[in-house]
């Protein structure tokens, strides 16, 4: 039993039923009547006039995020251990002409106004160094955290304070709204965020991420830079089906929903042997190398992350029963 | 009847049960087996071990490709009205970092050794103007016309003189293989292209082009490339999987043998009115705006290209029966 | 007797004087009292508040400009045969992160809004084609024509109807301001420019031109831009002081007559040989191969150009004893 | 009397007289007398065949060399201190296409194998992390420490196995040698540097750095990239004569002698106050507010550096009499 990555599952069903429903002549590119809807169904989603763009992976939605809120002299602060610094092999620096990504620190992965003051307070404000024009967080975080919205909304206040864009990579957002309870607005523009990718692919999607402006100007350029960047599908409308089909009666919830909460039953588990909290689909486990091949031993399949730590990822697909076995052998450790 | 663009036709029957039959768990990125196996499947085709990455559009393919054979300070030869310069949006230069396109004419897109030397040679060997480092032609070019093996071969011959790279825009590819009844072998590296931009979605694909190296070694660094432009998909395998379902059976011969073969009807029906010779799937006519109109109030869609021009494209999915009508209201004009 | 170029030419004596004047301790980069007088001096002379950078090179000072008047995904029209087209490597491909140049049509290499209309009104209001953000003319031109007032005039209300950035290569402005008899004013900001390379190289300078802001606000990022291209001399004092001693007692203007004026001399003695009218210091001659070696054979050295056509450009020092040997050699052939 | 840089001390006097006899006709850009003559000149002073390029700033000549040595997707490990990471405004990230900067840990912003290979170590080799192509050291040091040949070696030993290019910033190249007593052939590439940026500028030069490739077809590419970003001078010539002139004679050894012997005499006055070992002309102080502000009281002039530190950088123009007060005033405190 794979617990690698949610990046392994397969799609869920009503995205491949919304494939074969779009697959019929329509407009190229995002003309067609499912691109046409992105912006309106979001809108309604999101409680606010946004303009969404759909691109084929996530690693794409962040990077013209950033692109779209940072110049190319300018620096974007994230955490240490993001993705955008850690797993994209330089894609931000590409999309936005060489801006620096400036490293904060935080545990799990998660920042705060003090650690994001503690690098942009540093930096002298001249033409020497780099100066910040943006954050980006991570939501869930890449090791399972969910920021509340008063966490993002904090951080808000902290751009809006010091003129910075934000940005949040919500590659997990489904699993961070499932978690915190709060609606998708709260967790973003009423909080101050200004571009949100909204991941749909770890969540059970085929092919298709959101980005989605709260600033629709912000929308502007970036059409133009999709299409440079090479992500306007000439059939643009199977990306458009995806999304929808996944808004479409709160699919998306579900599938997180299922995912946090086998995530959960795993921490119950786990107990003292977790790293950090589990709020979303990922655990961290304190595990020996004897302890992680006697888990291999039995057939579950998972990365090393660091020294006497396993990283265990949970999908959309799996549910109480496929992960029981997996719970009980860690108890049973 | 909508003869706009082969990029609104649906995706072929076998692409579709292709997404559904690797709809399972499997490794993430290009780890899966489908991914895996694109190498060998396409050096079987090409008859020499090539390299092949799979990405979501023919921009993405061939502006990987021009980043491998063209540094930043250097300039690309292409056709005044190539696709890479009019409808990419300028994602060459992003791509290249700023490489210059450099602009050769010829009938139809259409280009010559003739054609490059009137545009290379009048460059001055010194610092202050870009030199040229690569060529690049599509085939079958943007105005449907097809480069027989022996005129592919004589421009690879003059960018082997020159030291040159040799890029090939396949965006048609299929049609002109059809066309040309030349092997794909010989209708890329044996007339001496390095990289081939191999077109799978115009011709019945959903999202899914390959960019084929026959350097493989060129294929290292733009594997880095391919994630750094976000274009390295999570699920991969579901890329891999249409290109392979393609290829089994033939099926992208079938799909542009039979988009040819239609346009074939309409060429014949044109006569006299047609632009360029009828090669590929496209079909240049000449018809007063009061003709367009007619052939329009009669249910048929398309461009108009030019003052007293109009564009016609067949799909892989228009038959006979269907192209019918439209070929019968042109003879009749 | 070298008539190659006027970057050839030695700097003027005021120069060297004001280098060894500035050669003492000061504030490092631009924080010295000659950089921190530019603007008041500059502003001045334009009649105007302006921001000025200095910088070493003009092509320098030309990429800056068209990187602040010009996003990433964006044009720049301009001549076919411009400098920043045909003798900058890629510059403004490099400093706008591959934005592109888009060609326009025009005897002398000066452009008029209907050269400009006949580029920018083909283009398709779409995201697959690259949209114009800017203009860039050069004065004088590359072949030495002088726009006058109106000229610059009339193109400055086409950038303002379409909403282009509208730049002037001045590498030869104080020729043109010379030739024109226009004030620096009305041969830029009232006619409509934003920035203006203003050179002092060719002119008698030594390695410092200054780019002049007319929006003074688009000097914010481009001192950011400034640094980050490695042009901010950390000595820049020594630029600044060449800059100011060129403006103190209209040296700038001294050296431009001059060099006009020998230049007439050479325009009246080639009469009906002349391929443009001398408006500048550079003088385009019709010459056979033998004529043209028969000039040299005299110990007159200058490029040939074309087939059949030769360039003499004169400079700041070289009087008129200097250049009359050539004009009666020219007369004689 | 200041204190504050290198940077704000005048010319020295042998470049001002190299100034005045360039000042004379010659052929443009770099092909003059005095620019042809680099190469040679520079081979000679390293015992090998080198090529350099004169650029007027250190950071153009680390940017071109760090671009001749990282392709954009790859990463440069270098100091978290180190001048191309805070101090050039992002401008490694514009000439290399966005590549990384890996930040390394050391005291004093030297670097070791093991710091070094602490950065190196934890990234995968997969296309989803940036990959290391290059090393970049600075010697002498931001904090003025000196790397020893063996200690170069040791990097270089590692650059070697690893396949990494290896850069020099040698903006205080001149006090390294004087320092060391070893050597520019032994600093440099017998220890495995690939490119050296050679200053002149802070050690008494005006407006000249010189790039020096140890691979000599390193220089073939980035003569392009220098002309592409603005800094091939059109009179080169006032650039190769100001690095002519401070090699001959070994004015470039006299004048670092010089500010390195009031260096220490401001560390013998300094003792315990040191925060590191003084081995070029900075000096590092620990002094409260309170004796700064004394300090400055009497006259001098230098820049806080971090709470209870100061720094003070003497010059090449500043001899024993104008810094001893400075040390009886450090010595009283």
């Not at 169904?41 to 013209?64: D, H, I, K, Q, Y």
């Not at 110049?71 to 993705?83: F, K, M, S, T």
């Not at 003051?117 to 991570?138: F, K, L, W, Y």
Request: with cysteine; charged share 20%.
């Amino acid at each position: 039993m794979r617990f690698f990555s949610d990046n392994a599952a397969p799609a869920c069903p009503e995205v491949l039923a919304a494939l074969s429903a779009a697959n019929q002549l329509d407009t190229a590119y995002d003309g067609d009547r499912w691109s046409q809807s992105l912006d309106s169904r979001l809108s309604e989603l999101f409680e606010t006039e946004v303009r969404a763009l759909w691109v084929p992976t996530g690693t794409a939605a962040n990077c013209l995020a950033l692109a779209a809120l940072c110049q190319p002299h300018g620096g974007i602060v994230c955490h240490r251990e993001a993705h955008i610094q850690n797993d994209e092999c330089g894609a931000p620096e590409f999309y936005t002409h060489g801006a620096k990504l400036m490293l904060a620190e935080g545990p799990g992965a998660k920042l705060t106004p003090d650690a994001i003051e503690a690098v942009v307070g540093r930096i002298r404000d001249d033409v020497h160094q780099v100066q910040p024009h943006a954050i980006s967080i991570t939501n869930a975080t890449e090791y399972g955290l969910v920021y509340a919205p008063q966490e993002v909304a904090a951080i808000g206040a902290l751009a809006k304070e010091r003129g910075l864009g934000f940005h949040m990579d919500g590659a997990r957002f489904a699993n961070a709204v499932v978690h915190s309870g709060a609606s998708p607005a709260d967790l973003t523009w009423r909080a101050g965020v200004d571009a949100l990718s909204f991941g749909f692919v770890k969540n059970g999607g085929m092919s298709a991420e959101a980005l989605v402006f709260f600033k629709p100007e912000l929308a502007d350029a970036s059409e133009y830079h999709r299409k440079r960047a090479g992500h306007l599908l000439s059939k643009g409308r199977y990306l458009a089906a995806q999304i929808l089909a996944m808004l479409d009666g709160d699919v998306w919830l579900r599938n997180a929903r299922a995912a946090n909460e086998t995530a959960a039953m795993l921490a119950d588990a786990a107990g003292e042997r977790l790293v950090y909290p589990v709020e979303a689909n990922e655990v961290f486990l304190k595990a020996s190398a004897e302890e992680a091949a006697h888990l291999r031993g039995l057939g579950f399949d998972f990365y090393d992350w660091a020294p006497g730590e396993v990283r265990l990822v949970v999908s959309w697909d799996q549910d109480a029963d496929a992960v029981r076995p997996l719970a009980d052998a860690i108890r049973a450790l």
